[in-house]
């Protein structure tokens, strides 16, 4: 198994535990409030409705966010892996922290921040039930092209370098890559259509909720990033002081 994969494991699945640890310090009592507003509103709207007591604990709710943020910042490390993998074609001279930033920068890009500015998030249980499963559509379309285009982003850049020699040229092309993007992006923008349901929460308590949420993504990404450029230093220092000439990414003998 490759290092970066082993590496990019551990370091999403301590990532998504200490963002977990965030959310529920700082992003839980934020929920709460909006789930204790959206039962306000309904107690208004239908007075004699019979009390009903919440489905999961508080404290269920705090170990299920640490253990799902947990899962997820895994599953993000393998695609951090992939991403790291990919970018290593492109420039295979860059050190290890230039390319887990990279790879980290994009990865918030395409999975967080660019669906983030198409679909806002908003509190759980906030929206018609009716539309869930239409919202959901959107939003996962969304991400699944926001990632297919960084990708072939990545592996248009690494034929670029592939097939062309002359820096001019290598420029130009570069950023014909980047205009092709920039179209692709703006195109899956304005074709996807908006959340059709009205949010019925405060403006304030709205707001909080997605900076919260959104500086949880960030952190994943950033700690994954130390993570992974740690992990990979580590390896490589373990190998010098054994004599050993592996490459501190796959494994594998390095070449000489």
Excluded at 81 to 92: E, H, I, K, N, S
Aim: proline share 7%; charged share 15%; hydrophobic share 50%.
């Amino acid at each position: 198994m490759p290092r970066i994969l082993i590496v990019g494991l551990l370091a999403g699945l301590f990532a998504g535990l200490l963002v977990g640890g965030f959310h529920n310090l700082f992003t839980i009592p934020v929920i709460e409030r909006a789930i204790d507003f959206e039962e306000a509103q309904s107690a208004a709207l239908n007075p004699n409705a019979p009390d009903e007591d919440p489905l999961v604990s508080l404290g269920t709710q705090r170990w299920g966010m640490a253990v799902g943020t947990g899962i997820y910042g895994a599953v993000l490390g393998i695609v951090f892996a992939a991403g790291f993998t990919m970018l290593r074609r492109v420039v295979p001279d860059w050190k290890p922290l230039a390319m887990a930033v990279t790879v980290a920068a994009l990865g918030f890009w395409a999975l967080s921040l660019f669906p983030f500015i198409r679909y806002p998030l908003n509190p759980p249980g906030v929206g018609d039930p009716d539309t869930l499963t239409y919202r959901q559509g959107l939003q996962t379309l969304f991400l699944v092209l926001s990632v297919l285009g960084v990708g072939a982003l990545l592996f248009g850049l690494r034929a670029i370098n592939q097939r062309v020699r002359d820096a001019a040229a290598r420029f130009r092309m570069y950023a014909g890559a980047a205009l092709v993007y920039g179209v692709f992006a703006a195109v899956i923008f304005f074709a996807h259509p908006a959340n059709p349901d009205p949010v019925p929460v405060p403006i304030d308590l709205l707001e909080l909720f997605r900076t919260l949420t959104m500086v949880g993504q960030f952190l994943t990404w950033a700690l994954m990033a130390v993570g992974v450029t740690a992990g990979l230093y580590w390896y490589q220092r373990r190998d010098e002081k054994a004599g050993n000439r592996f490459d501190p990414v796959t494994g594998a003998p390095a070449r000489t």
